[in-house]
């Protein structure tokens, strides 16, 4: 059994910052790339960001400069600090890994249940 557990959504002004976690555990041998996405209503999941276990980052277009994802190996963990966050940001968050579990050869990808974030005065 593997999860994924993400934290730290909920209600944040117009420029306000906020962080999301996302914590594996289970029977995990090793952890590859790590990544966010988001699902805005009516809308389809987008990447948001993603980082190799080396540290090695993307972004999509629209939160260059403004988020910043980072992980914790030793944790199993992956962040996301959401800065200058703007009324399009809001969306349901959620964490994606590509996770190889013990005994197994085989490298699979795992979704957390998702985390919403709401962009509002």
């Known amino acids: 059994q593997v999860q994924l557990v993400e934290s730290g959504g909920g209600l944040v002004q117009p420029g306000g910052s906020l962080r999301l976690s996302c914590a594996a555990s289970?029977?995990?041998?090793?952890?590859?790339?790590m990544a966010w996405y988001r699902q805005a209503p009516g809308k389809q999941r987008e990447l948001v960001a993603s980082i190799t276990p080396g540290g090695t980052t993307n972004y999509a277009d629209s939160v260059k400069g403004r988020f910043t994802i980072s992980r914790d190996n030793a944790k199993n963990t992956v962040y996301l600090q959401m800065n200058s966050v703007k009324s399009e940001d809001t969306a349901v968050y959620y964490c994606?890994?590509?996770?190889?579990?013990?005994?197994?050869?085989?490298?699979?990808?795992?979704w957390g249940q998702g985390t919403q974030v709401t962009v509002s005065a």
């Open positions: 994606k890994a590509d996770i190889r579990r013990n005994l197994s050869v085989y490298t699979l990808p795992y």
């Open positions: 289970g029977s995990i041998f090793s952890i590859n790339a």
